[in-house]
């Protein structure tokens, strides 16, 4: 058990369950961690947090919710089991098909935001803002999807792009370094069958990459860590993964 | 189904509804999706009340429990018994991603001009299938409770942070208080709630 004062970890983490701690105080609280280890008294004060913070939530009426919701989500889960199994598949037809549009990854903000507006499918924007990262979304065809992560790792990916017409738009934040020699590798996955939209290296944890690559058919994405050379066939488990709506 | 409660999982006292929990979830890691709807009747409602408070857009609201409560579906090992109730576990995944979705799309400034009756108004119509939620409505009053008898200025800075899904420096910023202030209304707040709560209990 940890001999140090919590009187710190204690005010860091009342910030964290509520979802309100930013700037340099993630990193003290990252480094508190570190420093008092496996300790009963941070699980104590961590648990009453959480369970306090949680509790706000009842103070609110109850929504109406589909009912049928749950089962659509039962139903999105089981087809992810199929599609994403342990080893993403190799690439094969629907690689070929797909190979000459979907490695084209251009990891610069001023060029993929230069490449929006020349195919002009997207209503997408991204700007900084005293540090703060801002995606905004119009109205109309376009789609952004959010990405998960199936392992719980940290770190947001989202990507935006218009169904039916080439061109993805990725945008990140606080992405874990992939390590040396490794990059992020964006998969289609179709079916049984999976493509790469080349390989992202996020720069201290953020990316913005415009991927000049047709999703035809694909019904989720999926992003594997992989040597920066871009391997063609996928050799980790996904990730973070999402799945797309037409 | 009432389980039996595992003396191994901390658990401060005996909760009925959190043994219920539990055993849903442990039900769940065996795939048991009449345990994915038992936590999601019990839950999701609320979900969807605290993605719409901190998002204000419904539709929105409701992709933020779906993804949720897939990623419960994924993966129930996920919740740890010693970091706190199921409930709030739940509660916790849908919170995080409303902040971050209002944290990206900075749509709190936009928020912060519009009423809450309005914005509340306008979401109103919803479908009319219902799942019937828990209720809670003992929990309701009791948490209400909890959060009336705050200080005014400490349950401002928690209501701007849970259910406005402002950071503590968008906080500072908002108010012009010092970024220490809000940190430490935060803890006393959040101090001062966890002791009512636990009288109430008690």
């Given at each position: 058990?940890?001999?140090?004062?919590?009187?710190?970890?204690?005010?860091?983490?009342?910030?964290?369950?509520?979802?309100?701690?930013?700037?340099?105080?993630?990193?003290?609280?990252?480094?508190?961690?570190?420093?008092?280890?496996?300790?009963?008294?941070?699980?104590?004060?961590?648990?009453?947090?959480?369970?306090?913070?949680?509790?706000?939530?009842?103070?609110?009426?109850?929504?109406?919710?589909?009912?049928?919701?749950?089962?659509?989500?039962?139903?999105?889960?089981?087809?992810?089991?199929?599609?994403?199994?342990?080893?993403?598949?190799?690439?094969?037809?629907?690689?070929?098909?797909?190979?000459?549009?979907?490695?084209?990854?251009?990891?610069?903000?001023?060029?993929?935001?230069?490449?929006?507006?020349?195919?002009?499918?997207?209503?997408?924007?991204?700007?900084?803002?005293?540090?703060?990262?801002?995606?905004?979304?119009?109205?109309?065809?376009?789609?952004?999807?959010?990405?998960?992560?199936?392992?719980?790792?940290?770190?947001?990916?989202?990507?935006?792009?218009?169904?039916?017409?080439?061109?993805?738009?990725?945008?990140?934040?606080?992405?874990?370094?992939?390590?040396?020699?490794?990059?992020?590798?964006?998969?289609?996955?179709?079916?049984?069958?999976?493509?790469?939209?080349?390989?992202?290296?996020?720069?201290?944890?953020?990316?913005?990459?415009?991927?000049?690559?047709?999703?035809?058919?694909?019904?989720?994405?999926?992003?594997?860590?992989?040597?920066?050379?871009?391997?063609?066939?996928?050799?980790?488990?996904?990730?973070?993964?999402?799945?797309?709506?037409? | 189904?009432?389980?039996?409660l595992d003396r191994s999982e901390p658990l401060g006292m005996v909760d009925v509804a959190e043994a219920h929990d539990r055993e849903l979830l442990r039900r769940l890691r065996n795939g048991d999706e009449d345990a994915f709807r038992g936590l999601f009747g019990r839950y999701a409602p609320t979900a969807k009340a605290l993605a719409l408070r901190v998002v204000r857009r419904s539709h929105l609201a409701e992709e933020i429990v779906q993804e949720a409560f897939l990623a419960v579906w994924r993966n129930p090992e996920g919740y740890d018994g010693e970091r706190g109730s199921v409930r709030s576990w739940l509660m916790g995944m849908v919170h995080h991603r409303a902040?971050?979705?209002?944290?990206?799309?900075?749509?709190?400034?936009?928020?912060?001009?519009?009423?809450?009756?309005?914005?509340?108004?306008?979401?109103?119509?919803?479908?009319?299938?219902?799942?019937?939620?828990?209720?809670?409505?003992?929990?309701?009053?009791?948490?209400?409770?909890?959060?009336?008898?705050?200080?005014?200025?400490?349950?401002?800075?928690?209501?701007?942070?849970?259910?406005?899904?402002?950071?503590?420096?968008?906080?500072?910023?908002?108010?012009?208080?010092?970024?220490?202030?809000?940190?430490?209304?935060?803890?006393?707040?959040?101090?001062?709630?966890?002791?009512?709560?636990?009288?109430?209990?008690?």
């Amino acid at each position: 058990m940890s001999t140090r004062d919590h009187a710190l970890i204690e005010e860091l983490m009342a910030l964290e369950v509520l979802d309100g701690l930013d700037g340099p105080d993630v990193q003290i609280l990252e480094r508190e961690r570190a420093m008092h280890g496996d300790c009963a008294e941070c699980r104590r004060i961590e648990s009453e947090l959480r369970d306090t913070a949680g509790r706000m939530a009842f103070s609110l009426d109850p929504e109406r919710v589909d009912p049928a919701m749950a089962d659509r989500i039962i139903a999105l889960g089981r087809e992810e089991d199929e599609e994403l199994p342990p080893a993403l598949p190799p690439r094969d037809e629907f690689a070929e098909r797909q190979r000459s549009r979907g490695r084209g990854v251009v990891a610069a903000l001023a060029i993929a935001a230069a490449l929006i507006l020349l195919v002009g499918a997207f209503a997408v924007f991204f700007q900084r803002q005293n540090g703060s990262k801002v995606l905004a979304q119009a109205s109309g065809s376009q789609q952004v999807v959010h990405f998960t992560s199936p392992t719980g790792s940290s770190g947001e990916l989202a990507m935006a792009y218009t169904p039916g017409q080439p061109g993805v738009f990725f945008w990140g934040s606080d992405l874990p370094d992939p390590g040396d020699g490794k990059a992020y590798e964006l998969w289609m996955i179709d079916g049984n069958q999976a493509v790469s939209g080349g390989c992202l290296e996020p720069a201290d944890g953020s990316l913005a990459a415009f991927v000049d690559a047709d999703l035809g058919s694909a019904t989720s994405m999926a992003v594997t860590t992989e040597p920066a050379a871009c391997p063609a066939s996928p050799s980790t488990e996904p990730v973070l993964t999402a799945t797309l709506t037409v | 189904m009432l389980a039996v409660l595992d003396r191994s999982e901390p658990l401060g006292m005996v909760d009925v509804a959190e043994a219920h929990d539990r055993e849903l979830l442990r039900r769940l890691r065996n795939g048991d999706e009449d345990a994915f709807r038992g936590l999601f009747g019990r839950y999701a409602p609320t979900a969807k009340a605290l993605a719409l408070r901190v998002v204000r857009r419904s539709h929105l609201a409701e992709e933020i429990v779906q993804e949720a409560f897939l990623a419960v579906w994924r993966n129930p090992e996920g919740y740890d018994g010693e970091r706190g109730s199921v409930r709030s576990w739940l509660m916790g995944m849908v919170h995080h991603r409303a902040v971050d979705l209002v944290r990206r799309e900075e749509s709190y400034r936009r928020r912060a001009e519009e009423s809450i009756p309005a914005a509340m108004e306008q979401e109103a119509d919803h479908a009319d299938d219902v799942v019937e939620a828990l209720g809670r409505p003992e929990e309701r009053r009791i948490v209400r409770a909890a959060l009336e008898e705050l200080p005014a200025e400490q349950r401002d800075v928690l209501t701007k942070m849970y259910f406005d899904g402002l950071s503590q420096s968008q906080i500072a910023e908002a108010t012009g208080l010092p970024l220490g202030t809000v940190k430490s209304r935060t803890l006393l707040g959040m101090r001062r709630m966890r002791a009512t709560l636990e009288g109430v209990r008690s």
